[in-house]
């Protein structure tokens, strides 16, 4: 009997080493990793300029509390706001904590509580990132929410626009929902949000954990759309397997959390800033991002050229190396056998496929995955 609590649902497969875009399980069997994690070994598994960067800081100091300065925090921080409008930083631990920041700073900024999130969205699992998302099935069993929330439909301006009233404090949203089902916000739905933001005098919170840190091809995903948050969360990708998180605010908002207000034991951890830094300095990089950005559409392309003649798929939808195959059915046994196939894919609800390859996949890597994923479709309609 396994002495871990059963809170997940784990494949029959264990993964014993990595390298770049390829996994091995225990067994030895290799396998194509369109996972990266969940979202998070963007630069692939083990990669040389994370692991000597982290290595380097191992050796050096491992922990100090926040009650001292860290230059490390500080060079962190400017790489992270260098890419955009913003110029504060706070770093924790996940993309939960990082969305429980976000919301504790909206409120205390504002002096208000409302905050109105999206049906379908996903924020975590902390009673306050739980309460934001839009999923009844994520909160179910756990009591009473934390009161303040309120969710709208997805791409729908005119319920944004009667949901947002005086006592609101923000509207926080991801611009591709991940575990919703890889659903692209709009230009014209993400644009209206940009302009009510500004008209009504409420904060924009942009729940970048999923789409932040280039995997989108752009450094954040709101700058597809022109968009200047208030607020911005980070984490997955940015430490690539190190655990790390980030609320990136403007001075002005970030001012809300004085000496005292807000913080973490953890948070900004010398060995998680090494990673963080390394990963930034290697994807905030124009041409590699213009790459990822190319991959993508590649991606996205090629998979709607082939499967746009199959009954079981809906759709191919995405932004960057984020991309979905809405499927008619359930996705469970597609992944089973794509594992056996040797290539690592995930779900997004129970009928999307979602493919999170690491950013430096290979266009040869992309020509794999796909023909396996294209096949193991096939062979589903036909046995279906
Ligand atoms: C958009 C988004 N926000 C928040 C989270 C929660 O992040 P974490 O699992 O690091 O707490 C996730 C995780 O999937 C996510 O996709």
Redesign the pocket.
Known sequence: MSALFSNYGRWNLEIEKGSGCQVTDTQGKKYLDFTSG?GVCSLGHVHPAVTEAVTEQLNKLWHTSNLFQSSLQEQTAELLTAPTHLSKVLFCN????A?EGAIKLARKYTGKTKIITCLQS????TYG?MSATGQEKIKAGFGPMVEGFEHVPFNDSNALDQAADADTAAIMI?VVQ??GGINPGSVNYLKYIGELCNKKGILLII?E??TGIGRTGKPFAFSHFGLEPDIVTA??GLGNGFPV?AVIATEEVSSAFGPGSHGTTFGGNPLAMAAASAVMKEVFEPSFLEEVQKKGEYLKEELQNRLSTYEEVHEVKGLGLMVGIQCKGKVTDLITELQQNGILVLSAGEHVLRLLPPLTVSYEELRMGIEEISKAIKKQTVTA
């Open positions: 969940i996940s993309g939960a904590e969305n996903f924020h975590g699992r990132s991801e991940g575990e729940d954990v999923q984490a997955k998180g």
